[in-house]
């Protein structure tokens, strides 16, 4: 008998989604979190409608897949959707018994080869943080243009080049093909 447990539902507000041939980008908006669905974890994102159960996902991946499935990859999922903060509903309780470990069932589906949900997450840098790129610590610039260097740094001469460099003279590039007696602003450094 399958695992007639009804399926959380997926929170909508706040989410962008865009599904592509083979994977799922999720965009969450509030907490600047992005995440990247396979084809099994999709499924079971699609049938996080409060309605849907185990078993029916359980059927649905195990007819795409051309594999049985079992029904602990679905928790397993949904306990990562939960982790990452994408379910509608707020659960404290985890879905997957904690005896149950992640690292654990991958290898098992990886010795049968079972296609089970993956759910890869990546935090998004900010609208300002995105805007604002600068040149780090002795990366080469040119003076005037951009990007410019970070706060604190200066475009500096070196050599034949230029570099961000803290205030000039304090800090010389380590360059491979550098000559040994580098000027750093008309003195010998």
């Not at 994102?45 to 359980?58: H, I, L």
């Not at 080869?113 to 993956?118: C, K, L, S, T």
């Not at 003076?143 to 706060?151: E, L, T």
């Not at 093909?177 to 003195?187: E, F, T, Y």
Request: proline share 7%; net charge neutral; glycine share 6%.
């Amino acid at each position: 008998m399958g695992d007639n447990r009804k399926l959380p539902k997926i929170k909508t507000a706040g989410l962008v989604v865009k599904e592509l041939p083979e994977e799922t980008l999720i965009y969450d908006t509030e907490t600047n979190m992005a995440f990247c669905l396979n084809a099994a974890a999709t499924i079971i994102m699609n049938r996080c409608d409060g309605d849907s159960t185990a078993e029916d996902v359980q059927a649905e991946l195990s007819k795409k897949l051309s594999s049985d499935v079992d029904d602990r990859y679905i928790w397993l999922a949904v306990e990562q959707f939960r982790r990452h903060n994408v379910l509608a509903d707020v659960h404290t309780e985890p879905f997957v018994a904690a005896t149950v470990s992640r690292r654990k069932m991958i290898r098992q589906a990886a010795a049968l080869g079972v296609a089970i949900p993956i759910i890869s997450a990546l935090v998004v840098p900010s609208a300002v943080h995105a805007a604002s790129l600068c040149l780090q610590l002795n990366a080469a610039c040119t003076p005037g243009q951009q990007p410019a260097c970070c706060i604190g740094l200066t475009c500096t001469v070196v050599g034949e080049g230029h570099f961000c460099l803290n205030p000039p003279g304090l800090s010389v590039p380590i360059k491979p093909n550098a000559p040994p007696d580098i000027k750093i602003n008309g003195s010998r450094g």
